[in-house]
């Protein structure tokens, strides 16, 4: 029953996203709605404090949410209920960041290669073009080597 509150507790201790946008530690202007990319690759501390970004993703020590023993020489063996729904959230939230990274990354991508499309097309009518320029060109010059042969070959007769 007490690991139910704890972990229920910590899933709304979460900001939303308009909370992170608008708490943000930053002094960043940033557009109505838009997160920096520092806000947006952060995730918060489940514990209530906002210690920034983190590089190693580990809690540094921090022991909050926590059961210690009462004895000193004994150690808890598994994580606590909390910490683990802690771990989760913190995975899902940088989950959520690394897809939406991705997104962007696919749609950069889709954008180049739209951009190389019409550059291409734009070559392909060009050569085209001057493909068939080069064979009516052809077929001229051999239609007056026809005739000039055709003229040599009776003024010999």
Same mark, same amino acid.
């Given at each position: 029953?007490?690991?139910q509150? =704890?972990?229920?507790? #910590?899933?709304? *201790?979460?900001? !939303?996203?308009?909370? $992170?946008?608008? /708490?943000? %530690?930053l002094n960043?202007?940033?557009?109505?709605?838009?997160?920096?990319?520092?806000?947006?690759?952060?995730?918060?501390?489940?514990?209530?404090?906002?210690?920034?970004?983190?590089?190693s993703?580990?809690?540094?020590?921090? =022991?909050?949410?926590? #059961?210690?023993? *009462?004895?000193? !020489?004994?150690?808890? $063996?598994?994580? /606590?209920? %909390?910490?683990?729904?802690?771990?989760?959230?913190?995975?899902?939230?940088?989950?959520?960041?690394?897809?939406?990274?991705?997104?962007?990354?696919?749609?950069?991508?889709?954008?180049?290669?739209?951009?190389?499309?019409?550059?291409?097309?734009t070559?392909?009518?060009?050569?085209?073009?001057r493909?068939?320029?080069?064979q009516?060109?052809?077929?001229?010059?051999?239609?007056?080597?026809?005739?000039?042969?055709?003229?040599?070959?009776?003024g010999r007769?």
């Open positions: 029953m007490q690991d509150a =704890t972990s229920s507790m #910590a899933a709304s *201790s979460l900001p !939303s996203s308009s909370e $992170r946008s608008s /708490s943000s %530690a960043l202007e940033v557009k109505e709605g838009m997160e920096s990319d520092d806000e947006i690759r952060r995730v918060p501390e489940i514990g209530g404090e906002a210690t920034g970004p983190t590089t993703g580990r809690n540094g020590g921090s =022991t909050t949410g926590t #059961a210690q023993p *009462s004895s000193g !020489s004994t150690k808890k $063996r598994g994580r /606590s209920p %909390a910490d683990k729904e802690n771990k989760r959230l913190k995975r899902l939230l940088r989950n959520r960041v690394s897809a939406q990274q991705a997104r962007e990354r696919k749609k950069a991508y889709l954008t180049d290669l739209e951009v190389r499309v019409k550059e291409l097309e070559s392909n009518a060009e050569l085209e073009e493909l068939s320029t080069m009516n060109e052809n077929q001229m010059l051999r239609q007056i080597l026809k005739n000039t042969t055709a003229g040599l070959q009776e007769k």
